[in-house]
């Protein structure tokens, strides 16, 4: 007898990680059965169009969501507080993709080519998935520990606009409008004149022909919220509880691709001839390192795409046990959708369906 | 009785530094006495303004060097290596500002606010500037030398496309004019359907809505010139020649000045009190570090502006001894035509003049 196959709920349905979500279950057809689209009241009674079909997104209740084995949580962190709990507690498996669970020590923090085993271990029924600009450098990072013993992380990221949502880009496009016909000089000010009523949009400071050394929300000791976000999330999908990390976060004007410069300490010697192997023959990985032909990633070129991509890999110059990468990745795809999507795909495959 | 002012010779006068330098030039207008504006043979005959003089730009001769007290040289490697010993053979001090003599080791490598003394011992006549990336960094990271006592660096940079000259910065304009009235979507491959026939100008890839991870010329190991300059004029201007420094260079989209995100660790304890004191009162910086009012340093209001600007002072979270910033620098000002000034005027200071 064949199983049933499980019925989907996606709660944020209409948001942009929601767009790329419906574009991924529509190229994973054959994975659920019944999908319904959920949102907030708000967007209620739009329609969207998920597997060629026309659906019509509803209020998340406790009502739409009653059944659905998978509750995918697309949403901001206090909509998943609300109703993951809801979910979960009526045996819907929630995968959430907001940071309100990321911290619990009874939710697992999962990356399905790290740990993916992480996820069968759900004490609340709930299993996070990563932020993006961690998603961008994970993969690639994880597959070099598995070899070499991670013992020290330095990142500095090139976060896109797209990392603050449908509105970091849209204030990144009108700002660039502004700059763009004028004839800019190298004073003091000139951007921030030319950019006259652009609106800054979510950024603290102007992006156009800028890069801004901030994102997130202030923390202790001068951090923002993303640079220890990084540094908890990395412990976690590790497994390194007391892995030194050290990231700076710097949105750049780039739209939708998150790019990290990443300075990776082990514990063994490394070769970048073994790191070029493990990297070109892990999943989610593409490496692209051909300096000689310009063959490095970059997030023009990456954006719209599955994988983490990696280039410019060198050992450190005075330090056999360090290499340097630069990594790139789509912030919606694997830094967003895919693998809050991965991992609910192989929650489902073991679900006990009738 | 009163000496004669110095003769002043600028060689590269036509070109983006020139332009700044000439500026420098009029403000501290009492330095010089005569000064003599060269540069190719393509560029001569065009008249310049310095110190509100109109002056004719003449071609860089035996002649035309002939008498020079001091000799800024803001013109490429291969002018500096053909010129700058006919100049100092005659006498001149030669002020190098390009990458010609930076590996020298009888040639000084000078950034007045750290290593101002080792101009005076200059074997062949001439003293070098050092590299835009460089010095971005160097004096903020060396005031923090001073204290703390340095034992490694891992900086990743985001270079402007100023630091490419005139043609990087044209690229830019017409990159960003080709995308910014496009309503360019995230599917790979639309930055570059976007740009159409504007010009790459001197990048491995397009820079509008874009970071390229690639600088200078490959190198060995697959390091860029760039990375490996970085590593040996830091170690050259502070006096370390086993500093471990791992450099990372990477173009973005903006016009005039360079950031560099640094991880520094030191011999001792570091203290972000102790720190912010000490960059507060460095010449040549300037601390700007208020997160709450989205107080640091970006490129696009530094541009324009002679300090080193230093703001996302921590100490990192995992390391007593490291410390994480952000500086920001103009690549053309201190970056380029302001340390050389400095250079020659402290030269000029001790001359023996009749």
């Not at 063959?295 to 050992?315: E, I, L, M, Q």
Request: with cysteine; net charge negative; glycine share 10%.
């Amino acid at each position: 007898m064949m199983a049933r196959k499980p019925a989907l709920a996606v709660v944020g349905a209409t948001g942009a990680v929601g767009a790329v979500m419906l574009g991924i279950l529509s190229q994973h057809a054959d994975v659920w059965g019944e999908i319904r689209l959920l949102a907030s009241p708000r967007s209620a009674g739009r329609t969207l169009t998920v597997r060629g079909e026309p659906t019509e997104v509803r209020a998340v209740t406790e009502e739409s969501l009653a059944g659905a084995d998978v509750a995918l949580f697309l949403a901001p962190g206090e909509v998943a507080a609300r109703w993951a709990p809801v979910a979960a507690g009526r045996g819907t498996v929630v995968v959430d993709a907001s940071p309100a669970f990321r911290d619990d020590p009874d939710v697992p923090l999962v990356v399905p080519e790290i740990n993916g085993h992480a996820a069968r271990v759900r004490p609340l029924g709930i299993v996070a998935s990563p932020g993006c600009t961690t998603l961008a450098l994970i993969v690639a990072v994880g597959a070099l520990h598995a070899e070499f013993g991670l013992t020290e992380l330095v990142v500095s990221a090139y976060q896109a606009a797209g990392g603050a949502g449908r509105a970091g880009v849209a204030a990144l496009r009108e700002q660039l409008a502004a700059v763009a016909g004028t004839e800019l000089g190298t004073a003091p000010g000139d951007v921030r004149r030319a950019l006259g009523d652009a609106a800054a949009g979510p950024f603290a400071a102007p992006l156009a022909l800028n890069v801004v050394p901030w994102s997130g929300t202030l923390q202790a000791d001068g951090w923002s919220s993303e640079e220890l976000r990084i540094r908890a999330e990395t412990r976690r999908i590790l497994g390194l509880p007391g892995l030194p990390v050290a990231a700076t976060c710097v949105r750049v004007p780039v739209i939708g691709a998150h790019s990290v410069s990443v300075h990776a300490r082990f514990e063994r010697p490394v070769e970048v001839a073994r790191a070029h192997e493990i990297l070109a023959t892990s999943p989610g990985v593409v490496l692209y390192d051909d300096p000689a032909a310009a063959g490095f990633p970059t997030p023009a070129d990456v954006v719209g795409t599955d994988p983490t991509w990696v280039g410019r890999v060198r050992r450190a110059p005075d330090d056999e046990r360090a290499l340097e990468l630069f990594v790139c990745g789509d912030n919606l795809r694997k830094g967003g959708a895919l693998n809050a999507a991965q991992i609910a795909e192989a929650v489902a495959a073991e679900l006990p369906l009738d």
